[in-house]
């Protein structure tokens, strides 16, 4: 299996290879790099496209210690060194966003585009942070139960036929890998100040019923980024990407051929 030593962790990659342009995309929060399968089905043929595995999830291994999306950016930057890119399109659905930021603002004459899916620079407000750190705690303790795992099935993904495929892969995990990743999204700083910073141009694709990141952060993200068109809003919820690719999949197709070269 194809993996990375990056900042000594081993993180795991899925690269469809070729000569064209490279985009990278990163998964949200407790899922992986298998939520892209419909972009990179859609990509493949013109495109070079990598996804990846993120600290914590799926088949990366990675050292269990605390770590912030700044950290994440690194592994990211990492990945293109280990596998000769210079620059590419680099992009993410919710925490996915967070990290493609941090990218951009690390390294940004790596950046060409940012593909940003459901996602905003902010952080939770209190009363979300409050609710979401009693999920960690509860799964934690007793693991992803039917209540607590539909709940936040519902929450991410919100469809009958992929709710049930995310829910095995949860309960096929150790409970407490849970800890790491929920500070580090619990903990994260705000970056909304430094969207200027950004210049490059910017996707920003949102659901119109995801509750998870409402619409609001999203119109603020696109707002702050002076290459941004606006939101992009397609019918769905929070892991849209995956559950109306479709749509999706045309914007980031329009998107990537007006890029300049």
């Not at 004459?109 to 407000?125: F, K, N, Q, Y």
């Not at 995956?242 to 998107?255: G, H, K, Q, R, S």
């Amino acid at each position: 299996m194809p993996h990375a030593v990056v900042n000594d962790q081993r993180i795991y990659f899925e690269d469809t290879g070729g000569d064209g342009p490279a985009v990278v995309l990163a998964h949200g929060f407790l899922m992986d790099h298998e939520m892209f399968a419909p972009q990179v089905a859609a990509l493949r043929e013109a495109y070079r496209v990598i996804t990846w595995d993120e600290r914590g999830f799926g088949q990366t291994q990675y050292d269990g210690q605390p770590f912030d999306y700044w950290d994440s950016a690194a592994d990211c930057l990492g990945l293109l060194d280990h596998l000769g890119i210079e620059r590419a399109v680099v992009g993410g659905m919710s925490q996915g966003g967070f990290i493609s930021l941090r990218v951009a603002l690390t390294a940004p004459t790596r950046v060409r585009g940012l593909i940003l899916l459901d996602t905003e620079a902010g952080v939770p407000d209190p009363d979300r942070l409050v609710a979401e750190e009693g999920m960690v705690d509860l799964w934690i303790s007793v693991g992803p139960v039917d209540d607590l795992a539909n709940a936040v099935a519902g929450l991410i993904i919100d469809d009958p036929e992929e709710n049930p495929r995310w829910i095995a892969k949860w309960r096929g995990a150790p409970k407490e890998a849970m800890l790491q990743p929920s500070k580090c999204l619990h903990g994260r700083d705000d970056i909304t100040a430094r969207l200027g910073e950004i210049t490059c141009p910017a996707l920003v694709v949102h659901g119109t019923r995801d509750t998870a990141i409402e619409m609001e952060k999203a119109e603020i993200l696109a707002a702050g980024l002076v290459g941004s068109g606006g939101v992009v809003k397609v019918d769905g919820s929070h892991a849209v990407s995956l559950t109306n690719p479709e749509p999706v999949n045309a914007a980031i197709i329009d998107f990537l051929a007006d890029l300049p070269t």
